[in-house]
């Protein structure tokens, strides 16, 4: 830089500590410590003073030999400018960004905005000129980025670091630019100039061309300090955030407040309220300081005071200041949104708010402030990075929202399908995430669809400009993603594949009408929810441990007490166990609580039983439509208690016996079935003395899935896909593997989070993971290991154990290291132990030990730190005393915590889990050192790629001499090669044909100027040169005799010439034979009669192959060959191909005569093409000759025949290499193979690409493999479509043979072919799984039988059923849902062994549901009364709603259910009814039931019938009398004098008990259970009959009822003295607002009118008590509003898009409860 005259930042680089001393000196303090050779700043810090300095240094040293000391900048702006130069010298900056944090916060922890926004034009091209000047002076090729320190008050600057290569910030300036970077720099290091280089993003544009943005761009951080105990949350020089995100606005406002809300789902931007001002925290930043900052301004610093402690510029602190004056703004509107003015409202748009940031502001909710929003029409735009600023058209996929605008950039006409991706990478979901969504977006596009991706994260592929057709860069929130959707109007949103956050908006958009593709979002809810879940789970009797959700510190300490410690405590609706943590005592509970509690408000925790010494299985799969397809099963090393993102875990499974195995299929199947997952779904489960119990299903791609794809050979994301999109899709079944073990293990940051305590838990900590392959489970582990950057130990180990029983446990493992030769060290009480038992330890102490300190020797030993500072020991092993799950809250500073930390700290490997510890000191047993490469286990391709020896073709006609218009050598060897045939023999056929001396001779000199692959030529047979031929005999490949018609001069009829060339013709050459039907017997006789071989060509009949097999049974020397257009071309094929083109010899068979070829493959002993290229003019002409092409469609053909079975790849080996060479004494082709790809799927074209015949005869044929690299010789001859080799390239076999002598067949190619065996051709049965969208036509016919589901049975929540019995139903359940099902043993009432087999469109009736036997208890209701709700016991209830249940789902999923038919029901309303009625008459048309409609109006009432007659006589003429009446008891009195069931349908003011049972199946439904829960009652209680069976119902469970009611409409005495009776808790309130916050449900009803006197009377009461969305704000985010509808004004209509507004699903509900209501009265269920 000296010699440009640039100024570097004053640095010295020091080799030791008194160098990095005196350079500190020599700078003056302070100054900033950096590791050398290192990413992100690792070990790096500044240092104010002599000690901080030494600390700094000595851990440096540890992870690197230098160490670079630099002058401390600290507060100056940091600015950053990417540059790219070609090697002609071009040179352009594509992007420059700043930092919005000063120096010294590492450019990796700071927010970042591109382009810079506060240098002025002086400054910036000062800047940009230096930039240019230095990569040219370097000579720098590709891209570089280079970062300056500038000084706030002057313009000196500083080069702090160029990075010639791509660094992190290239991945952010490509996407905030368009400008592909990566992509660029790799074509300009081919030396590829600027100005030819298209620009790919925008292709209209050069490379060669400075991007200009008109919009703004910021990258925020994330940081996930809060998962580790004891770290230091301050920021500085050493990066500890885990990703980053990137959000595009046309204002650094929006953009800036984007980014807060794309960091953490759960911030709503800019926000002031989550950290109190604190000088200190804006003065030594944080990880949260930019909220403090927030809450400063807010509270009425001066930006002048901000800058002084913050150095931030003050540009950026007006921006920030702009934003909480407008949030004043807001503020002024809190009570009365509806008086906002338009402005306001679209100038918070402007500014980066949120929906829901502005809905808390005003005190209203998300979906109102969007309703407004839109009934104002202020709607995003969505523009495009176009690199151009808009001053020349360019058109990109990259698009962004704005409400900065006024037109979108682009048209939305085509149909796309939606894939949201995973958002920003934290612990717990990061790059895994991404893989699955970028190969769903590579299948739907290979499916043809087109995609639209939505995803904000720059360091990922989904976010690449070439991945999808539309890439949104913006939030993944209900918000963004519903704007998007209305405006693309996708096929359907694909949420299964970007982990936690898009499954978390599922019920939302759902709820907004939006289609999800894949499982239902109902069903997602029903895994999510623990309270559904776990009820499904005792459903299906699936056992799980258990677990009890609470909110108060009393009931959570009893009920760990009652089922004993250690219990997991973890809040409600986490990723990646947030707070989760294993509390072994009450002590540690009252800790955790107090933690947990404070994370979630209004969600209570969860506590569980924690298993300890379990095992923990991950079980992966894909199922269509509640069918598993595919299951992928995984183990823990480690115990159960270590979170499965940072657990070790093998596949496929090495520990798990069969039984076990079945079992854990079994429970896959029967969860996926019930949960009808369409899509992928994970499991995890433990397994303890032979027990499985499930912990938790995710409804989604799982961090495991890509390693699993990996490591099985099954790409599981692309089998959802196809799934999803209704593909149909074979069953996999439990995947086996390909004989490889995989290896997944964590990768952790603990070197950069100083003070962290190293432990594993429930809590994940990793921050990435590595795997790899082995041929067992310990190589991978070692090799995986180590690429984790852990070293193998060379000499000296550090034991220090816990607990006596870890001691034990390992103590043939310390043997194994002492017989390994290590030294081994061990803390005092661990080498007592090992002493003991005669290993040699040496004993080591601590300095940290206060007590004990007397000791005599104490002076003269070594301290364990002083031999960590040494970097002594190569490996510490240190398990603490309680080992799994829990993680310590107390500050106390164990030794363990010191020694584990300082290991860290000094790059010492570390393993602290026992089982890792016994698997890697196995591994180091058995293979010692690091384990070598192995490549058929280590190398994966992206395609399926075999190796095969070249083929050898030994019939190819090539035209030349003579027809060199239809072929020549050149043409012919070139398409051969292209069919992966590298040796071909000539047929002597061609003009003048090769039957003498010199005709050959012609023939092989043109052969040798032409040919490009090796080749041999046949001489041909004629009536008079029997006796010329054997004098060149051995330069040719074989005699070719012509005896039938075909396109040649050379045909012999007679006899007797054929037995002359027998005589005369060399006896150790081939002789071959065009015959056909009965020319082969006669040849075969003659061969015979002189005992010599015979090889027929062509066999094409049925004849043909039978007499050829019975003269091989009889011993007569025959070999064969069959070309591929007679294995897959028949008679039939010729309308398609014409009857002209269609001309060959022989001619194609019949069906019969294929088919015979096929049975026959034994007989078969060769392949051969019979390459017979014509031009298309002469095969559509008058005569057409005979004969096809064949070269280079032949291999593709036989490899689709590979993956439909019918072929194996040895017998294309078999016979286009081994008999070949055998038959016709061909030698071996040195350094010759070909490479083929067995997945690739393409299509015939009219032509094939080599050969001079412009047409093929399997044209638009489907075919399953394609030849990608041929080596001939050891040269690239062929490769992807490019014929390399020149003509003249081939070379004679034959003249090889004089000096070469033929080696024995190589077996080389045997170790590389894996296929199975031949098998016959077994259509599976096939799934799709969802009929075909409406907009790509077709349709599947609704109803079809295998839609059925198997019939319920619920018993855990039963305590009537014994356990005998209740394994009785499930077994007859299974054998119900099974075709052809083994159940083999049972035992505790699980089922063992099954295969929960589909049901099959076949193997149910169309029309038929299986009835089943009523449950036990439900048998007190069939054929009887229902008339109050009293009738109904708990456990009655629960039935009725898992039946109604059922139904729903079944109807959701448009399945027949025609159990009533036949069955009439009459509907008698005396009393004007919509909802009631029509769900009724809906509920019993949809069993397949007919209703009768009663009309008071139209019925003998008119002429005074009493209800009882009327009554009486309808029951003559129906099953079931559904009756309402005004008059309270009027049902029961009717029911007196009915034989039929009645169903009391609401009596005037007394009870309407079905409408209190879809109101508690609507809460069970909604919030997952009943127990528990605070129902607040509202409005007319008095009248309400409703409320009054709900309140009698709702006794049933632990619930508390409040009451908000105008005084004289209060609940009538004798409902509250019954519901007191019971224990139930009531309280009356006089507002909602005062009953609202702790309120689970709110059940509104309406003032109504027909009960009162007067209309004063009522006007008194009237709309008292009116639910807004400003009331709605205190509520909590899971409550409930229920209405039994018609509502007049109680409910505002702003209020029903609220996602809690459940009024009309419960309206819905009515129909299911009703339903199953109905079927059990009638004893159908």
């Not at 230095?134 to 670091?161: D, F, K, M, T």
């Not at 933690?595 to 095992?615: D, M, R, T, W, Y």
Request: aromatic share 8%; with cysteine; charged share 25%.
């Amino acid at each position: 830089m000296e010699e440009i005259n640039e100024h570097v930042a004053p640095s010295e680089a020091a080799l030791s500590l008194d160098q990095a001393l005196a350079a500190a000196e020599k700078l003056g303090y302070p100054v900033l410590v950096r590791t050398a050779f290192a990413l992100g700043g690792l070990g790096s810090g500044f240092a104010n003073n002599k000690e901080e300095l030494t600390t700094l240094v000595t851990q440096a040293f540890a992870h690197s030999s230098q160490v670079l000391i630099d002058k401390s900048l600290k507060g100056w702006k940091e600015i950053e400018y990417e540059v790219v130069r070609d090697v002609y010298d071009n040179c352009i900056t594509v992007c420059n960004m700043e930092n919005v944090d000063p120096l010294g916060i590492h450019t990796g922890e700071s927010i970042v905005v591109a382009p810079s926004q506060t240098l002025n034009d002086k400054e910036y091209n000062m800047l940009r000129s230096t930039a240019i000047k230095v990569i040219r002076h370097l000579g720098v090729v590709g891209e570089c980025n280079i970062q300056y320190a500038l000084s706030p008050e002057s313009e000196q600057y500083y080069i702090i670091e160029v990075n010639a290569r791509l660094s992190r910030s290239s991945a952010l300036a490509s996407k905030a630019t368009g400008y592909p970077l990566a992509y660029v720099a790799a074509k300009l290091a081919l030396g590829i100039p600027l100005p030819v280089l298209r620009n790919s993003v925008t292709n209209s544009t050069t490379a060669n061309f400075e991007p200009s943005l008109d919009y703004c761009v910021v990258k925020v951080p994330r940081w996930d300090l809060s998962k580790f105990l004891r770290v230091s949350t301050k920021i500085g020089s050493c990066m500890k955030s885990v990703g980053e995100v990137m959000s595009i606005g046309r204002c650094f406002e929006e953009a800036f407040q984007k980014a807060l809300r794309m960091v953490d789902e759960n911030c709503v931007g800019f926000d002031h309220t989550l950290k109190p001002p604190s000088d200190e925290e804006l003065e030594t930043p944080t990880d949260k300081r930019i909220f403090v900052l927030a809450a400063s301004l807010k509270a009425g610093y001066t930006i002048e005071r901000l800058y002084e402690l913050t150095k931030i510029d003050r540009w950026f602190l007006h921006k920030m200041k702009n934003i909480i004056d407008h949030l004043s703004v807001l503020e002024s509107y809190k009570q009365n949104e509806s008086n906002m003015p338009i402005e306001v409202l679209k100038k918070a748009k402007q500014l980066g708010f949120s929906d829901r940031q502005i809905a808390l502001v005003v005190h209203s909710t998300e979906l109102a402030v969007r309703k407004k929003r839109q009934e104002w029409n202020i709607l995003p735009v969505v523009k495009q990075v176009d690199t151009v600023a808009a001053e020349w058209p360019a058109q990109t996929n990259y698009l962004y929202l704005t409400y900065n605008g006024t037109e979108h950039d682009l048209e939305f006409d085509d149909v796309h399908v939606m894939v949201i991706g995973s958002g920003v990478y934290r612990i717990g979901s990061s790059v895994e995430f991404d893989w699955c969504a970028v190969r769903c977006i590579q299948e739907l596009r290979k499916m043809g669809f087109k995609t639209v991706m939505v995803n904000y994260n720059p360091e990922t592929v989904s976010t690449d400009y070439d991945m999808c057709d539309r890439l949104y860069f913006d939030e993944i929130s209900f918000e963004v993603v519903m704007d998007i959707y209305e405006l693309e109007n996708p096929e359907g949103v694909i949420l299964s594949m970007g982990g936690q956050l898009p499954n978390n908006i599922a019920m939302s958009l759902h709820r907004q009408q939006c289609v999800i593709l894949g499982t239902s979002p109902e069903y997602i809810d029903n895994a999510e929810n623990r309270f559904k879940f776990s009820r499904m789970l005792d459903t299906i009797g699936i056992s799980q441990p258990q677990w009890k959700e609470l909110s108060d510190r009393e009931s959570v300490k009893q009920f760990c007490n009652n089922v004993g410690y250690p219990c997991v405590v973890r809040p409600s609706y986490v990723l990646s166990g947030a707070a989760m943590n294993v509390a072994y005592s009450d002590t540690d509970l009252q800790k955790f609580l107090s933690s947990a509690v404070a994370l979630s408000k209004e969600h209570p925790v969860v506590i569980s039983k924690f298993i300890q010494e379990a095992k923990e299985i991950d079980v992966d799969a894909v199922a269509c439509d509640g069918v598993v397809i595919a299951i992928a099963v995984s183990e823990h090393v480690e115990n159960a208690g270590v979170h499965s993102g940072d657990a070790t875990l093998v596949t496929p499974a090495q520990d798990i016996n069969q039984r076990t195995m079945e079992r854990i299929k079994a429970i896959v199947h029967a969860i996926g079935q019930e949960l009808q997952v369409t899509g992928p779904f994970n499991l995890q489960l433990i397994a303890k003395d032979d027990q499985l119990k499930v912990i938790e299903c995710n409804l989604r791609v799982s961090r495991s899935f890509p390693f699993v794809s990996k490591s099985l050979g099954v790409d599981m994301v692309a089998l959802s896909t196809q799934v999803i999109m209704g593909e149909e899709v074979e069953p996999v079944g439990l995947m086996k593997g390909t004989g490889v073990v995989g290896v997944k293990v964590p990768q952790f940051s603990f070197s950069r989070l100083a003070g962290a305590d190293v432990v594993l838990g429930v809590e994940m900590t990793s921050t990435g993971e590595v795997a790899c392959f082995g041929e067992n489970r310990y190589e991978a582990y070692l090799k995986a290991m180590l690429s984790t950057g852990f070293k193998i130990p060379k000499e000296n180990i550090l034991l220090s154990i816990g607990s006596y029983k870890n001691k034990s446990e390992l103590l043939s493992t310390v043997q194994t290291l002492e017989s390994l030769g290590y030294n081994l060290y061990a803390s005092l009480g661990t080498a007592d132990f090992y002493s003991e038992h005669g290993i040699k330890v040496k004993a080591v102490d601590w300095p940290f030990e206060d007590t004990d300190n007397d000791s005599p020797f104490k002076e003269k030993q070594r301290s364990i730190i002083d031999y960590l500072e040494e970097n002594h020991f190569d490996m510490v092993i240190n398990l603490s005393m309680r080992n799994s799950g829990g993680r310590r809250l107390s500050s106390f500073v164990t030794k363990g915590y010191r020694t584990r930390r300082l290991a860290i700290d000094y790059s010492v490997p570390l393993i602290i889990d026992i089982k890792c510890t016994k698997m890697f000191v196995e591994a180091l047993r058995r293979i010692g050192g690091a384990p070598p490469v192995k490549t058929h286990v280590d190398c994966l391709t992206s395609q399926k790629l075999i190796r095969l020896p070249g083929l050898i073709d030994v019939h190819v006609h090539l035209r030349e001499p003579g027809d060199t218009h239809k072929e020549d050598f050149s043409s012919g060897t070139a398409a051969a090669l292209a069919g992966g045939v590298t040796m071909v023999c000539a047929m002597p056929n061609t003009k003048p044909a090769l039957v003498d001396q010199n005709t050959f001779t012609l023939a092989m000199k043109l052969a040798e100027a032409g040919a490009r692959c090796d080749f041999a030529v046949f001489v041909g047979a004629s009536s008079d040169n029997a006796s010329a031929l054997p004098e060149f005999a051995s330069m040719t490949a074989g005699l070719k005799m012509y005896l039938n018609d075909t396109f040649s001069s050379l045909k012999m009829e007679n006899v007797s010439l054929w037995m002359e060339h027998f005589e005369k013709w060399p006896k150790h050459l081939p002789i071959v034979a065009h015959a056909e039907k009965q020319t082969v017997a006669a040849i075969l006789m003659v061969a015979q009669l002189y005992q010599r071989p015979i090889h027929i060509c062509h066999v094409a009949r049925k004849e043909e192959i039978q007499i050829i097999k019975a003269a091989k049974q009889k011993g007569v020397q025959v070999t064969c060959e069959v070309a591929p257009h007679h294995l897959f071309l028949c008679q039939e094929d010729l309308d398609r191909i014409g009857h002209s083109r269609g001309q060959v010899r022989p001619m194609l068979g019949t069906r019969e005569d294929m088919e015979a070829l096929w049975e026959n493959l034994d007989t078969i002993d060769c392949f051969a093409t019979d390459h017979a290229p014509h031009t298309v003019e002469e095969k559509t002409g008058e005569r057409p000759p005979p004969g096809y092409p064949g070269l280079e469609t032949m291999l593709p053909l036989l490899l689709t025949a590979v993956s439909e079975g019918r072929l194996t790849v040895e017998d294309i080996v078999k016979r286009l290499y081994e008999n070949p060479r055998k038959i016709f004494s061909l030698p071996v082709q040195q350094e010759t193979y070909i490479e083929v790809d067995l997945e690739h799927e393409w299509t015939f074209p009219s032509c094939m690409q080599f050969t001079k015949s412009k047409w093929t005869p399997f044209e638009g044929m489907k075919v399953k493999g394609k030849v990608r690299r041929v080596i001939l010789r050891g040269e690239v001859a062929y490769i992807d479509g490019q014929v390399l080799v020149p003509p003249g390239y081939g070379e004679d076999v034959k003249k090889w043979n004089s000096r070469i002598s033929v080696p024995p067949l190589p077996p080389q190619h045997k170790e590389v072919i894996k296929t199975p065996e031949r098998r016959p051709v077994v259509h599976s049965e096939v799934i799709r799984s969802r009929a075909p969208s409406p907009r790509r036509g077709g349709g599947a016919a609704a109803g079809e039988g295998r839609f059925h589901l198997p019939p319920r049975i619920h018993r855990s929540s039963d305590p009537g059923l014994p356990q005998v019995r209740a394994a009785e139903e499930i077994k007859e359940r299974l054998l119900n849902s099974a075709d052809e099902q083994d159940v083999t043993y049972f035992q505790d009432g699980h089922p063992l062994s099954t295969q929960i087999t589909r049901l099959s469109p076949q193997s149910v009736p169309l029309q038929s549901v299986p009835h089943l036997q009523t449950s036990p208890l439900l048998h007190p209701l069939i054929g009887q009364h229902i008339l109050s709700v009293k009738q109904f016991s708990k456990e009655q209830m629960s039935h009725l709603f898992n039946i109604a249940h059922n139904f729903r789902m079944m109807v959701q999923k448009e399945r027949s259910l025609d159990i009533l038919k036949g069955k009439v029901m009459a509907s008698m309303f005396f009393e004007v009814s919509t909802r009631t009625s029509s769900s009724f008459t809906a509920a019993m048309q949809r069993l397949g039931g007919s209703v009768i409609h009663f009309s008071e109006s139209t019925s003998s009432v008119q002429k005074g019938e009493s209800l009882a007659d009327s009554v009486q006589t309808m029951s003559s003429y129906v099953d079931v009398v559904v009756l309402r009446h005004p008059e309270p008891g009027a049902v029961e009195v009717a029911a007196r004098h009915c034989r039929k069931p009645v169903i009391n349908a609401g009596d005037g003011v007394g009870e309407h008990p079905t409408q209190a049972l879809l109101d508690v199946f609507t809460i069970r439904e909604e919030l997952g259970t009943v127990n528990g829960m605070t129902i607040t009652m509202v409005g007319d209680l008095k009248h309400g009959r409703t409320v009054h069976s709900l309140a009698c119902l709702l006794t049933q469970y632990r619930v508390n009822l409040r009451y908000v009611t105008p005084k004289n409409l209060r609940m009538p005495p004798g409902i509250i003295h019954f519901v007191a009776s019971k224990g139930i808790k009531q309280e009356e309130f006089d507002s909602i607002e005062e009953a609202l916050p702790d309120t689970d449900v709110l059940y509104m009803t309406r003032i109504q009118k027909e009960r009162f006197a007067s209309e004063g009377e009522y006007n008194s009461c009237f709309g008292q008590f009116i639910l807004t969305p400003h009331i709605m704000t205190v509520a909590k985010q899971k409550m409930v509003v229920m209405h039994p509808l018609p509502r007049v004004n109680e409910i505002s209509v702003e209020v029903d898009c609220d996602p809690r507004a459940a009024y009309f699903r419960q309206a819905e509900n009515g129909m299911f409860i009703r339903m199953a209501l109905l079927a059990t009265v009638l004893a159908r269920y």
